[in-house]
């Protein structure tokens, strides 16, 4: 098997002979693409910019197409994330019972905008286009924890929360 360059920056030296290992592993797939953003992902918390043209020589894209699929899917980040990922539901049901404020407030208070951290580097905010709670909306997730009927109110004291525990183990 052909070997590929392997990203160095971003992804340092051991991420990058982790992703070679990855794409390497996948390349042969059927629409080999996802799987191995995916699986970058879950390794390293997001997609280093130097994984971009491995995986592109790999698979035969252009490195255009290949940051054309990451920056088309909100699921994919470029960098690293906050310690704790706050994901707010933009679908049409939980838009129908306040998510379109939820996300103006929470934007308000974490005092970043979707797709970015908070300067402390504590929260990174992303959207997410449905949660399954449709009939308790809105809802949102901090880490794997979901949350439904969450107004202004309840998302400050559920980041109250989050922040005073991360306080407590410091």
């Known amino acids: 098997m052909p070997q590929f360059a392997t990203p160095t920056a971003s992804a340092g030296n051991e991420g990058a002979d982790a992703i070679a290992r990855i794409v390497a592993a996948k390349r042969d797939m059927p629409g080999a693409l996802l799987p191995i953003l995916h699986e ?35 699921h994919f980040r470029q960098q690293p994330a906050g310690r704790h990922v706050v994901q707010i539901c933009r679908a049409e049901a939980c838009q129908s019972v306040g998510a379109e404020a939820l996300a103006a407030h929470a934007c308000k208070a974490l005092r970043c905008d979707f797709h970015e951290t908070t300067p ?51």
């Open 40 to 74: 970058i992902q879950d390794r390293h918390g997001f997609i280093p910019d130097d994984a971009v043209p491995t995986i592109a020589r790999a698979l035969n894209l252009s490195r255009a197409e290949v940051h054309g699929v990451i920056t088309f899917y909100h």
């Open 120 to 170: 402390d580097g504590q929260f990174t905010l992303e959207p997410v286009y449905c949660l399954g709670q449709c009939a308790t909306g809105p809802a949102m997730t901090i880490g794997e924890k979901l949350y439904a009927r969450v107004d202004a109110q309840r998302f400050d004291k559920l980041i109250d929360a989050v922040r005073d525990d991360a306080e407590v183990r410091a």
